[in-house]
């Protein structure tokens, strides 16, 4: 689906005064969201095609020379996983629901699943979703950032195994920590990354797997020093859609621009810092 966007950002000491605002707008108290973010390269290189000879030589040649999007280009891909807060858990738990979403923080995942060094990953008890975010469009054709983001639900199985065998490594993981608003059709998440406490790789160079237990949250530090948040403003507009459908979800982002303007000011995402494609 295309994503529309606006990007702001919080100092700490405006965090309140922002929050109390965008309940005002959306006349709703936020709902929270947390979430476990694990960062998967692909391991595949870029194909380098074998030279042609004879007649069809020429024709590559052409074919090579036509602007089109590089089928080289590679991305990376984010397996995105809800961490329920601890009372919520502890609640179900009391009425005798299954847990199928991510662990409480600092709850333990492993009870069985793939073993890397000693650590253990049991995606099974969460539910994930893979998500591709495309390269953001060039600045100066809309007041907005405009990208694909395609989120597909992986329901069953390893999560770890299915991406393994779709040719991708674990790389990194983090969290995301926020309040979520919804405004008409605008979608208002202000938030911040947190990145875990450091562990100690192996001496054999081999990379950690995913954690084996979310962290508690009072363990981990913004990649913010300052500890400020993001807003992002955004509208999802199904592929397909006509224009007018990406002008009114345009239009809607800068009534809500006009509206916080004298609080915060909205603006296009920075490009480079959204670009997800491997280097």
């Known amino acids: 689906m295309q994503e529309l966007s606006l990007f702001a950002q919080i100092p700490v000491d405006r965090y309140e005064q922002v929050m109390n605002v965008l309940a005002g707008i959306s006349a709703m108290q936020p709902s929270e969201v947390r979430e476990r973010h694990l960062i998967f390269k ?130 990194s993981e983090h969290c995301l920590e926020g309040q979520q608003f919804v405004h008409h059709n605008v979608i208002l998440l202000i938030h911040r990354l947190l990145q875990y406490p450091p562990e100690n790789k192996p001496d054999n160079g081999q990379a950690l797997p995913p954690r084996e237990k979310a962290p508690a949250l009072s363990s981990l530090k913004p990649f913010d020093p300052s500890g400020a948040y993001v807003l992002q403003a955004s509208v999802r507009i199904q592929p397909g859609s006509k224009p007018e459908t990406v002008d009114t979800g345009m239009n809607e982002l800068r009534v809500f621009q006009d509206m916080m303007r004298g609080v915060i000011g909205l603006d296009l995402g920075d490009r480079l810092a959204l670009d997800t494609r491997v280097k």
């Open 42 to 171: 692909p391991r595949r290189k870029p194909n380098t095609a074998a030279p042609k000879i004879g007649g069809s030589q020429a024709l590559e040649t052409l074919k090579s020379q036509t602007p089109q999007k590089s089928q080289s280009e590679l991305f990376y891909l984010k397996l995105v996983g809800n961490i329920r807060n601890q009372q919520s858990s502890r609640s179900e738990a009391n009425q005798g629901i299954k847990d199928v979403e991510a662990p409480v923080e600092g709850e333990t995942l492993v009870h069985s699943g793939r073993s890397f060094i000693g650590h253990t990953f049991d995606s099974s008890k969460s539910s994930w979703t893979m998500r591709f975010s495309d390269l953001p469009e060039v600045p100066g054709r809309r007041p907005v950032t405009l990208r694909m983001v395609t989120d597909v639900t992986l329901s069953e199985g390893n999560v770890l195994d299915y991406m393994n065998a779709f040719g991708y490594d674990f790389m």
